[in-house]
């Protein structure tokens, strides 16, 4: 009898890991969940948004953002980690990285984005693909 459960055991620690592994998935696409229809470099000018992966970096005529991102199924997540002024050097936002969370869509080569809150409004509209 002991023997039964010790087989049982092993066959329901197998399924667990063998589900586990299946439901991760490969990470082929950059990481984080990201389709890869992102990348690129985006204008509606002055803004230029340029997606490289899980990563982004924001000029807006006046200075640069960069950081990390997210993104699949119109939904997108952006996390600030630095930024310059003019031609100064990129400097850290140091503990006080800032988060927005907002929907794109894409038709062809334009990636319209909406829901930015009112601080990034004017990255709302849309962008064509360089």
């Known amino acids: 009898m002991k023997r039964v459960f010790k087989i049982v055991g092993i066959i329901a620690l197998v399924a ?11 990470d082929d696409d950059g990481g984080g969940g990201n389709d890869g229809s992102l ?3 985006w204008v509606k000018s002055p803004n230029k948004i340029t997606v490289t992966g899980s990563t982004y970096e924001w000029d807006f005529g006046a ?5 990390s991102i997210s993104y699949s199924g119109g939904k997108a997540t952006a ?3 630095h930024y310059k002024t003019g031609s100064s050097d990129w400097q850290s936002v140091q503990g006080s990285q800032y988060t927005v969370n907002y929907n794109y869509s894409l038709s062809g080569n334009t990636l319209t984005i909406s829901g930015m809150p009112d601080n990034f409004a004017n990255m709302n509209g849309a962008y064509t693909k360089q």
């Open 16 to 26: 667990v890991i063998g589900f586990g592994l299946v439901s991760c998935g490969g």
């Open 63 to 67: 200075g640069s953002y960069k950081g």
């Open 39 to 41: 990348n690129g470099t």
């Open 79 to 81: 996390t600030t980690t």
